[in-house]
C-alpha cells in the first residue's frame, strides 16, 4: 500500500524542501522504500538540500516526455538505504507536468513498490503546486509563526479540499498536517510571535510538529546532508519526532516551551 | 514622559497578528470555501441598503461570517458617523433675500 503525500505551504521560504528531505529521510530510515519528488520545475532544489546534485542525468520532465526511464531519472540516496529521489527539470517550460504524466508516473512509482512519496512542492498556488497536490493521500502543510505563512496557508487548504483528484472524483478528503517551522518558544513567551495555539486556531488541523528555528538547518543545507542524520540537534530531534509520530507513534510535542537554561549557561550560551 | 512611557504596556505584536488572521482568513473562507456563493453579494447589497438611510464610511464597516459550534453567524459591524452638523443659521437667508 503506498501513500502519496505532499509537503505543501503556499508561501515560499518556510521549509518545504526541507522537510521534504528530512521526513523522506527519516522514513526511509525506518525501513520504508521512500521516493521524494521535486515538482519544482525550473527551480529544482531538492537535489542540492539533498546532496545528490552531481548524479543528476535525467529528470521528472524527461521522464513525463518518455526520454528517460523512470528507473533512469531516480537517484538513490548514497547514505540511507531504501531512499530515492526524483528531481524536477531546469526546463522553463510551465507546462512541463500534466495530470496524465505526473499521474502515469506515480502510479509507476506505487508498482516499483515505493510505500511513501513523498512531494516536495513549489512555493505559489500555480500549476506546479496543483500538480504537485493532485495526486496527494495526505499533506503536510509547512507554515511559519508569521502573518503571510499562515494565510497562504489557509488559502492552499481550501485548494487542498477543491483542486485535487480525490475532491474531483468525490473520495475522502485528503488528511492534512500542520508542521510548524521556525518556531522560536522565546519571541513566542514575550508576545512577539504567534503561538502554536494561536496558529493551530487559524488554520484548524492537527498539529504533526514544531520545527524550532536553528542554525542546524543551514549548516545541514550547505553540506547537503538532512539535519536529521545528525542526531544531536535540536532540528534532528524535532524531525524524528514528526517522522514516528506520522508513522503512528505517540511523541510528546517538544520545542514549545522555551528551554530552562542555567545561569551559567546563559552567560557563555 | 519617555520614563513613564516606558511602562506603558503597547499591544503585543503577536496578539495584533492574530487579530488580523482570524479576520482576513475568515473573510477568504467566507468568499473561497465552506461559505455560500452569494455572501459577497449579499454584504454588497446590505450595504448598500444601509447607505439609503444614512452616509456611512465603507472603511468603518466590517462583516464577518463566523462558525461557532453547528451555526454560522453573519456579523455586521457598522460605525454610525457622529450626530450630523447642526443646520446652518437662518441669518445668512435673510440677508440673501
Known amino acids: 500500500m503506498s501513500k502519496v503525500v505532499v509537503i505543501t505551504s503556499g508561501k515560499g521560504g518556510v521549509g518545504k524542501t526541507t522537510t521534504s528531505a528530512n521526513i523522506a529521510t527519516g522514513i526511509a530510515q525506518q525501513g520504508k522504500k521512500t521516493v521524494a519528488i521535486d515538482f519544482d520545475v525550473g527551480l529544482r532544489n531538492l537535489d542540492l538540500v539533498m546532496g545528490c546534485e552531481r548524479r543528476v542525468v535525467y529528470d521528472f520532465v524527461n521522464v513525463i516526455r518518455n526520454e528517460a526511464k523512470l528507473q533512469q531519472a531516480l537517484i538513490r540516496d548514497k547514505r540511507v538505504e531504501n531512499l530515492y529521489i526524483l528531481p524536477a527539470s531546469q526546463t522553463r517550460d510551465k507546462d512541463a507536468l500534466d495530470p496524465e504524466g505526473v499521474g502515469r508516473v506515480i502510479e509507476e512509482l506505487k508498482q516499483m513498490g515505493f510505500e511513501y512519496i513523498i512531494c516536495d512542492s513549489p512555493a505559489g498556488i500555480e500549476k506546479g503546486a496543483q500538480m504537485a497536490m493532485y495526486f496527494a493521500d495526505e499533506a503536510i502543510v509547512v507554515t511559519n509563526p ?4 499562515v494565510r497562504d496557508s489557509d488559502r492552499v487548504l481550501g485548494l487542498l479540499a477543491a483542486k485535487t483528484s480525490r475532491a474531483e472524483l468525490g473520495g475522502p478528503a485528503i488528511r492534512t498536517h500542520l508542521l510548524l517551522t521556525r518556531y522560536s518558544p522565546l519571541m513566542v513567551k514575550r508576545g512577539e510571535m504567534l503561538s502554536v495555539g494561536d496558529v493551530l486556531e487559524l488554520l484548524g488541523i492537527p498539529l504533526l510538529g514544531v520545527i524550532p528555528e536553528s ?21 534532528a530531534q524535532a524531525y524524528l519526532d514528526v517522522v514516528f509520530r506520522y508513522l503512528g507513534q505517540e511523541r510528546q510535542h517538544r520545542f514549545i516551551e522555551e ?8 552567560l557563555f550560551g | 514622559m519617555a520614563f513613564f512611557d516606558y511602562f506603558k504596556r503597547a499591544p503585543k505584536s503577536a496578539s495584533l497578528a492574530k487579530d488580523r488572521l482570524s479576520i482576513i482568513v475568515a473573510r477568504e473562507r467566507a468568499g473561497t470555501r465552506s461559505g455560500p456563493d452569494y455572501l459577497p453579494a449579499l454584504q454588497q447589497e446590505l450595504l448598500a441598503v444601509i447607505a439609503r438611510y444614512e452616509t456611512i464610511d465603507l472603511a468603518n464597516v466590517t462583516v464577518n461570517l463566523d462558525k461557532s459550534g ?7 459591524n457598522i460605525v454610525l458617523p457622529d450626530s450630523p452638523p447642526p443646520p446652518p443659521p437662518r441669518l445668512s437667508q435673510t440677508v440673501s433675500v
Open chain 2, 70 to 76: 453547528g451555526c454560522e453567524v453573519l456579523e455586521l
Open chain 1, 215 to 235: 542554525k542546524a538547518v543551514l549548516q545541514s543545507s550547505n553540506k547537503g546532508a538532512p539535519a536529521i542524520l545528525d542526531e544531536t540537534t535540536d532540528v
Open chain 1, 146 to 149: 508569521e502573518v503571510s505563512s
Open chain 1, 259 to 266: 528551554e530552562k537554561r542555567s545561569f551559567l549557561g546563559r
